[in-house]
């Protein structure tokens, strides 16, 4: 039944304006995501960044204290950044490098294919908090590794497993692997076979048609996955507070901030999280920038 009358005419002629400008009913799904991000992600940003300009000392006061390292117990901050900036990157290099050939080898018939991933998959389901505290028990100088390697002889005194940098990347590794593994799957499951195929054909021996054919098709979903990878393990906390030492080597940004929230020296503690994400916005353009020098084609090999 169509609308009559001068109500049903102008609704009418508003509808097909807004058809005309693009605003279809389509379009009235995103507003509900556009409000959810606007008030949880949009204004907490920008008050946050507001607020790291009010410091007592004047509008940049908090950044001058953060790099003159005048925060908490007089904790190095400047040095925070090179400490989790040299964790974050060994750990998505580490969790890149391992997946891919994982991810490469499951896009074929593997035995057990599915118990296999399931295995690889537990880890994302226990937590942080969980794997550090079992990391500390199980690598700890009186832990199950240690307290076996001096029953056999193999050492003289426990490994320095924990308490260091060490311990904390191993914990990133152990969580972020099963990530990184489950994105380049997704990768690896598009690239067509047949590519490699016509590669052997022409006579390209099997370095050849991984480097000449499968990498260029991979290096868009490799780059994606240590982003993400890096973006995870930038903003650690549990593991550098339970496996590390917070108090020296491994005293992330991310333990600067929350060390300052919890005496209310707010502004300074803005002031770090301000950091932490324009070196996470440096650190993910510079990449970008480079995986565009180096590719500029499909992302995938068009399989199906």
């Keep these: 039944m169509s609308a009559s009358g001068p109500t049903g005419d102008h609704l009418l002629r508003w509808r097909d304006r807004a058809r005309r400008r693009g605003v279809t009913p389509t379009v009235w799904l995103v507003v509900p995501g556009a409000l959810f991000m606007v008030v949880f992600f949009v204004y907490p940003v920008c008050y946050g960044v507001g607020l790291s300009f009010q410091g007592t000392q004047g509008w940049s006061s908090a950044y001058r204290d953060f790099f003159a390292d005048r925060l908490?117990?007089?904790?190095?901050?400047?040095?925070?950044?090179?400490?989790?900036?040299?964790?974050?990157?060994?750990a998505s290099v580490v969790n890149v490098v391992l997946a891919v050939p994982i991810a490469y080898r499951m896009r074929?018939?593997?035995?057990?294919?599915?118990?296999?991933?399931?295995?690889?998959?537990?880890?994302?389901?226990?937590?942080?908090?969980?794997?550090?505290?079992?990391?500390?028990?199980?690598?700890?100088?009186?832990?199950?590794?240690?307290?076996?390697?001096?029953?056999?002889?193999?050492?003289?005194?426990?490994?320095?497993?924990v308490g260091n940098v060490t311990g904390v990347l191993l914990s990133l590794v152990f969580t972020g692997l099963p990530f990184a593994f489950l994105l380049m799957v997704g990768?690896?499951?598009?690239?067509?076979?047949?590519?490699?195929?016509?590669?052997?054909?022409?006579?390209?021996?099997?370095?050849?048609?991984?480097?000449?054919?499968?990498?260029?098709?991979?290096?868009?979903?490799?780059?994606?996955?240590?982003?993400?990878?890096?973006?995870?393990?930038?903003?650690?906390?549990?593991?550098?507070?339970?496996?590390?030492?917070?108090?020296?080597?491994?005293?992330?940004?991310?333990?600067?901030?929350?060390?300052?929230?919890?005496?209310?020296?707010?502004?300074?503690?803005?002031?770090?999280?301000?950091?932490?994400?324009?070196?996470?916005?440096?650190?993910?353009?510079?990449?970008l920038w480079a995986r565009g020098l180096l590719h500029r084609g499909p992302t995938t090999g068009g399989k199906g």
């Excluded at 599915?114 to 794997?131: D, E, H, N, S, W």
């Excluded at 020296?248 to 770090?272: F, M």
């Design 108 to 161: 074929g018939r593997v035995r057990a294919k599915r118990a296999l991933i399931a295995v690889v998959l537990v880890p994302m389901t226990l937590g942080t908090v969980f794997v550090a505290s079992a990391m500390k028990e199980f690598l700890g100088p009186s832990g199950w590794l240690n307290r076996a390697l001096l029953g056999i002889g193999a050492i003289d005194q426990p490994l320095p497993l």
């Design 72 to 90: 908490v117990n007089n904790h190095g901050s400047r040095r925070s950044i090179l400490i989790t900036l040299e964790l974050a990157l060994a």
């Design 187 to 287: 990768y690896t499951s598009g690239i067509d076979p047949g590519l490699e195929k016509a590669a052997a054909v022409c006579g390209a021996r099997p370095a050849q048609r991984f480097w000449l054919v499968t990498f260029p098709l991979l290096l868009p979903g490799m780059t994606i996955t240590f982003c993400l990878s890096f973006v995870l393990a930038f903003g650690v906390f549990p593991s550098a507070t339970l496996v590390g030492n917070d108090a020296g080597p491994t005293r992330v940004l991310s333990k600067v901030a929350y060390t300052e929230y919890s005496y209310g020296h707010y502004p300074t503690a803005s002031a770090a999280a301000v950091v932490m994400a324009v070196v996470q916005l440096a650190v993910l353009g510079l990449v």
